[in-house]
Structures are given as C-alpha cells and as structure tokens.
C-alpha cells in the first residue's frame, strides 16, 4: 500500500518561528503536493514537485516555501509564521500513470 | 478558467436511505477526469471514485456511484444504502488531463451525517 506520512499531526507555533511540515511518500511517485485546507474554502494548492528539486507555485504560495531534495521527502516551510496561517496541511503524492493523489493524515497547525 | 461546485454545505440522512452528493463543474477542456474523495474526522484523504470524460460507463466502485451527465456538467456522488461509517466530508475534484503538472481542482466540500 502506499504510504504517505506527515511529520506531526498537531502543532503549536508562535508568530514569526520559522515552520517546518515534512512529508515523506514511500512509492517512488514523481509528483508531490501541498495544501491547505480551511472550512469552506476546499483545499488550496499551495506548491507542487513534479521531480527533485523542481517545484512550482499553487494557488496560494504567499507566506511559504518548499524543498525537494530527496525524491521520497517534500518539506513545506513557513518562513516567518503567521496566525493567518493556522490551518489544516495536507501533503499528497501521485504516480503519472495513474490519477489517484495518496494523502498523508495532515498537520492541523496553530500559530498563535 | 477551471472550477468545482458543490452547493451542499451539509447534509443529514438516515441510516440505509441512498444519498446524493451533487457536483457541477466547468472547464473548456474536453479532456478532464473527476474524482470523489472522502475526508473521516480523523482528517486523511480517501479517494473513493474516479470518471473519466471519455469513459462511456458511469463509474461505480462498490456502494459509491458516479452519476455522470456530461451535457449538464454534473458528477454527482451516490452511496447506496448508507451506513454510520459514512459519515465525513465530501470532496469533488477535477484534474485537466492535458495538464502536465497534475493538478485537482477541488470543490469546497459537503458535510454527511448519517443518522442512526
């Protein structure tokens, strides 16, 4: 089966720490994701990897950064923390030869 | 430019009555895949279902249904007899197969609650 995991489940933060969501895929898939996901709103594409070291902006990339060093790790960082973005984080993967996205079980975020 | 309507914020049902989650969605691409995912209160994503614009068939995947109309736009979700189990939000999303980056665009979701 795969298996995505995500670093914590819940996290507390101060405004203006330096923020770091790991997320690990553990089938070889090419494509990785990061959302947020806010009552109402669905869930915002924040950066995608479709390989190592490359990345691409979502739709919401203000306020955050990524890394892909490693094909299996796609790391999300929030530079200087806000409470705007308290939130629930999601991590997914994807195989190119299929349409399924795995998720990871999210991080629900405070920063307070 | 592409989007995702599901206009049911919440929904309640009684246990072993059939439910329809309805979705509407747009894009100009002739070529797209929509897809059902299904959030528990435990947070992770389940990916329940998947149709294709081309496929002929409306897809089914055990007691979840797809009732696809492509001239409406519409890809509603329908489980048939539902269980307590069911109960989590609902997802609606929309990938552009054409799209090289493999994104989804997601709907806002609806919230199921099956009573017993």
Redesign the interface.
Request: no cysteine.
């Given at each position: 089966d795969v298996k995505v995991t995500q670093s914590s489940r819940y996290l507390v933060k101060r405004t203006g720490e330096k923020v770091f969501l790991e997320c690990v895929q553990d089938m070889d898939h090419e494509n990785m994701f990061w959302y947020r996901q806010d009552p109402g709103l669905g869930l915002r594409l924040i950066y995608f990897s479709y390989d190592v070291k490359m990345k691409e902006k979502g739709d919401i990339p203000e306020g955050y950064s990524v890394s892909r060093e490693k094909k299996e790790r796609f790391s999300l960082i929030l530079e200087s923390a806000s409470t705007n973005q308290t939130s629930m984080y999601l991590c997914a993967s994807m195989d190119r030869e299929y349409n399924e996205q795995f998720f990871g079980p999210g991080t629900r975020l405070t920063v307070l | 430019a592409q989007k995702?309507t599901q206009t049911q914020?919440g929904m309640f049902v009684q246990e072993k009555e059939a439910v329809t989650l309805d979705c509407t969605y747009d894009t100009s691409d002739p070529s797209y895949?929509l897809?059902w995912?299904k959030q528990p209160s435990?947070?992770?994503?389940?990916?329940l279902i998947?149709q294709g614009s081309y496929d002929q068939q409306n897809a089914t995947e055990g007691r979840y249904s797809l009732n696809f109309q492509k001239a409406r736009k519409s890809a509603n979700l329908v489980i048939s007899a539902s269980q307590l189990g069911d109960s989590a939000m609902y997802?609606c999303?929309m990938?552009d197969i054409m799209d090289?980056?493999?994104?989804?665009i997601?709907?806002?979701?609806t919230k199921l609650i099956i009573k017993p």
């Open positions: - | 995702i914020p895949g897809f995912y435990s947070g992770e994503m389940i990916f998947y997802f999303a990938r090289s980056n493999y994104q989804l997601w709907g806002a979701g």
